[in-house]
């Protein structure tokens, strides 16, 4: 499997990397568009119907992410998630 990577195209997705480039990206680096316009879409479906209830509406999507990424560590969803 190879992991090629499209720097520009990365760099285009992710508009924080005009101004600054993190070195230490784990847990601070600029999100990507995509990111963004995902939790965007959280939060008005949170103001519009509620937490709880836009969790559970993305139940299905979150267990398919839980899966894929299990899938590409060669990994549980249960290990991925910190659930049992």
């Not at 760099?11 to 924080?16: H, L, Y």
């Not at 879409?41 to 990424?69: D, F, M």
């Amino acid at each position: 499997m190879s992991a090629d990577i499209d720097v520009e195209r990365a760099r285009r997705d992710t508009p924080g990397t005009a101004n600054v480039a993190h070195l230490h990206n784990a847990g601070a680096a600029a999100p990507p568009r995509q990111v963004t316009d995902a939790v965007i879409v959280e939060l008005h479906r949170e103001a519009a119907i509620g937490g709880y209830e836009a969790a559970s509406a993305a139940g299905q999507q979150v267990e398919h992410i839980y899966a894929a990424i299990a899938r590409l560590l060669a990994s549980s969803p249960a290990s991925i998630s910190g659930w049992s």
